[in-house]
């Protein structure tokens, strides 16, 4: 695809753009005005900008369809911006553009440089630290001194994703042997020799195939600006940033707020989303809710004798049901961010059981108790009549949920270990999918206990 193909309305609505004056403010401003645009109008707009406010605008991950709109330009332009941009960013935009020929033409135009960084970096696996790194990053010689760092580090500074951290590497064998901010660089004693004001013990680094999540958490506890990630032989590759953390982290927990609702990741801004792939996305997960919603029917045939004979049972089969699942949900919910968050492993399931059996019998019996005391004020003052057994329905009650929010507690609490031990992603384990499970065998739960609670006297 190319500039001349365009639309005649996007020529005009790019034109208007530049023409109003859109150009001349800040880089947000930029990015904001274009992903109100189609694709082809901000590839018209982004072609026109100079290139020193087109350069941060696609750098920037908060444009929409930005892989799409470099792939809209003219092959010999697009190629000009990716070669002045961070390798790394390179990288997602070569990896979400979906049109192949465009990515292989564009990549073919590509300095030697960026495009041995770029096949490096698509190398390692999605979500993984080897995946978020950049090899632009500063270092210096361990045999240098702080103003021969200091004046490498002027020259190097533009074409560094950052200059906060410098690493210090072994003359001989260029392993990583110390990391010296640029806070203690400018502090030390120019003539003084690099190692001085290096830190040399305890450096933290990463390897290639870390996952996202302890990259993360590792930037967190040392509160770092930037993490190494080094070889098996100690050779820096590349470094992670935490604004590189930042921008996936963000990613990730938008997807996984869309499965915790019960549907797939949509992948793209809501708005900037087709009507039929966002059906696609909605349909799957609902065809699977309703069709464990039937077993609820199933479930409320098998006791159909029982609710002939006592049909005040069917007033409580909605607060039933939606307290098991509430417990359920939050159960999940927790679990799901404990895990995310490194603060749960996969072999502390057993733990959280024994904490969670408790928390549930005790919430169960906190909803037991307020369900009783409700039918006991509506049979006392008269806003509803359920017969001279109501101790044994408010018995009934009580008892069930007991059960059914312990029941509920305990399933949510260990479905998102049981999704990771089977090497799926426990977010997953929606609150929705969880609220269906525990639905089902509410009811299961409540019948029975009304069966062993009201046989010879309602039943």
């Known amino acids: 695809m190319n500039l001349q193909r365009f639309p005649e309305r996007a020529g005009r609505a790019a034109r208007d753009f530049l023409h109003n004056g859109r150009s001349s403010g800040s880089t947000a401003e930029r990015i904001e005005h274009m992903n109100r645009l189609d694709v082809a109008a ?27 709109i470099v792939a809209a330009l003219p092959t010999d332009h697009a190629a000009r911006l990716l070669r002045n941009i961070a390798y790394d960013r390179v990288t997602d935009l ?61 020259a190097v500074e533009k074409s560094s994703e950052t200059i906060y951290a410098i690493y210090v590497l072994d003359r001989n064998d260029s392993t990583l042997t110390g990391v010296v901010t640029l806070r203690q660089l400018v502090m030390g004693d120019p003539a003084a020799g690099i190692m001085t004001v290096a830190r040399q013990e305890g450096v933290v680094c990463a390897t290639p195939l ?3 999540e302890e990259v993360a958490r590792l930037i967190r506890s040392h509160n770092l600006l930037a993490l190494p990630v080094i070889d098996e032989k100690n ?40 009507l039929f792939h966002m059906i ?37 089969v909605p607060l039933i049901m939606s307290s098991g699942g509430n417990s359920g949900s939050q ?33 169960g019996v906190l909803l037991g108790l307020i369900g009783f005391a409700r039918i006991m004020l509506w049979q006392h003052i008269g806003l509803y009549d359920y017969g001279p057994h109501w101790p044994l329905i408010g018995l009934t009650v009580f008892a ?42 509410g009811l299961v739960i409540y019948f029975s206990v009304a069966l062993l609670i009201l046989s010879g006297t309602l039943l």
């Open 331 to 363: 159960a999940t919910s927790l679990i799901i961010r404990a895990l995310a968050l490194g603060e749960l492993k996969l072999t502390d399931w057993w733990r959280v059981a024994f904490r969670e059996l408790p928390t549930g019998i005790t919430l």
């Open 235 to 274: 050779h820096l590759t590349g470094i992670v940033t935490v604004d590189d953390v930042i921008d996936t982290m963000i990613a990730d927990t938008t997807e996984d707020a869309h499965k915790f609702g019960g549907m797939e990741a949509l992948g793209k801004p809501y708005m900037q989303i087709g």
């Open 94 to 154: 070569f990896q979400a553009m979906e049109d192949e020929a465009r990515r292989a033409a564009i990549f073919a135009r590509l300095d030697p440089a960026t495009a041995h960084a770029v096949e490096h970096l698509m190398a390692y696996p999605q979500r993984s630290a080897g995946a978020m790194m950049t090899p632009e990053f500063v270092s210096v010689f361990d045999d240098v001194t702080v103003a021969e760092a200091l004046d490498h580090v002027r």
């Open 42 to 68: 901000a590839a018209q707009y982004l072609a026109n900008l100079p290139e020193a406010k087109a350069l941060p605008a696609i750098s920037r991950p908060e444009l929409h369809h930005a892989a799409d």
């Open 280 to 316: 696609r996305k909605r349909a799957g997960w609902l065809a699977a809710l309703f069709l464990g919603e039937m077993l609820t029917a199933s479930a409320m045939q098998h006791y159909e004798a029982e609710l002939e004979k006592a049909v005040v049972l069917m007033l409580f």
């Open 400 to 441: 069930a949920l007991v059960g059914i929010v312990t029941f509920g507690s305990m399933v949510g609490s260990m479905l998102p270990f049981l999704l990771q031990r089977l090497r799926f992603d426990p977010a997953s384990a929606s609150a929705p999918f969880v609220a269906t499970l525990v639905d089902v065998s």
């Open 210 to 212: 870390m996952p996202q």
